[in-house]
């Protein structure tokens, strides 16, 4: 079993920075893709960013240029950095991790964790 803990949401500014950051315990991390995705009040949950054991990455096309993922050293880690963001990229996120390589849909992703509000006012 995995358990994944979410922390660095929070009420930020149009144009302002938040750093996520998404920590994994329960088994060894070598192999597993981490990564986030993102749901608001009323919309499906929507691919964010994801990164595997050997660094390639995904974004999400409405986050390119301004977020960025990364994998602590320890591989158990993943942050995800916002910049410049939007009111529109208020919504939960939550962080995921699967054995395998990288992928887009929620159905990919077998652990998940609770979750983190991100609210962007303008």
């Known amino acids: 079993q995995v358990q994944l803990v979410e922390s660095g949401g929070g009420l930020v500014q149009a144009g302002g920075s938040l750093r996520l950051s998404c920590t994994a315990s329960?088994?060894?991390?070598?192999?597993?893709?981490m990564g986030w995705f993102r749901q608001a009040p009323g919309l499906e949950r929507e691919f964010v960013a994801a990164?595997?054991?050997?660094?390639?990455?995904l974004y999400g096309e409405s986050v390119k240029g301004r977020f960025t993922i990364s994998r602590g050293d320890a591989r158990n880690t993943v942050y995800l950095q916002m910049n410049n963001l939007k009111p529109e990229d208020t919504a939960v996120y939550f962080c995921v991790a699967h054995l395998g390589g990288l992928g887009r849909s929620t159905a990919e992703y077998d652990y998940w964790g609770q979750g983190t509000q991100v609210t962007v006012s303008s």
């Open positions: 990164i595997n054991w050997s660094g390639g990455i």
């Open positions: 329960g088994r060894a991390f070598s192999r597993v893709s």
